[in-house]
């Protein structure tokens, strides 16, 4: 907390919610997430620390997989420190659209990750960043996005090659299904 407010940077939970293994019973999970959560939403509210959780999917992380369970879950902590963020890989296996996540969070989404369906280079995938970044303008987001690429490319080469990827999207192109842009 202290080093994210000298920052002001935002601090991300997202596997650390366990798995289901760690507790079977979903609703003894959510009662100790949310108790365990309001404790350090009481100590970012005091520091003036913004939370994002993050839907991780059901292959990484037992609880809290889609944008819907991290608002419900929010609204359970009940602190105004904690904040939604969607991850476009996550997204491609939780939800059913790219899209109506991101209006379902509306004003209160707070950061972003935008990442490739396999986690490699943009454009290389299923994503349809397009239509992501559509969404996000149409909901008046104001904050940062990163950018995630941890396959199949080294740091400068998926620094440059992303950048021009991103670079090259048109506002409203968007892509159909199976349709990619491709970097240089």
Known sequence: MEVANRFGAILVVGLLQGLRSDEPD???AHARIVSS???????AEARGVEIVIEPVNH????FNNSVEEVLRLIRDIG???FHPMVDTIHMNIEETSLVQPIHACGARLRHVH????HGGLPGTGRIDFA???DALEGAGYPHFASVKVYRKAGLRDAAEKSMAF???LKPGQNLKPGQNLKPD
């Open 26 to 28: 979903p609703a003894a």
């Open 37 to 43: 959560l309001q404790q350090v939403g009481r100590e």
């Open 59 to 62: 292959l990484q992380v037992g």
């Open 79 to 81: 602190s105004t420190a």
């Open 114 to 117: 935008l990442c490739e369906s």
């Open 131 to 133: 239509a992501v970044l």
């Open 166 to 168: 991103f670079s090259g």
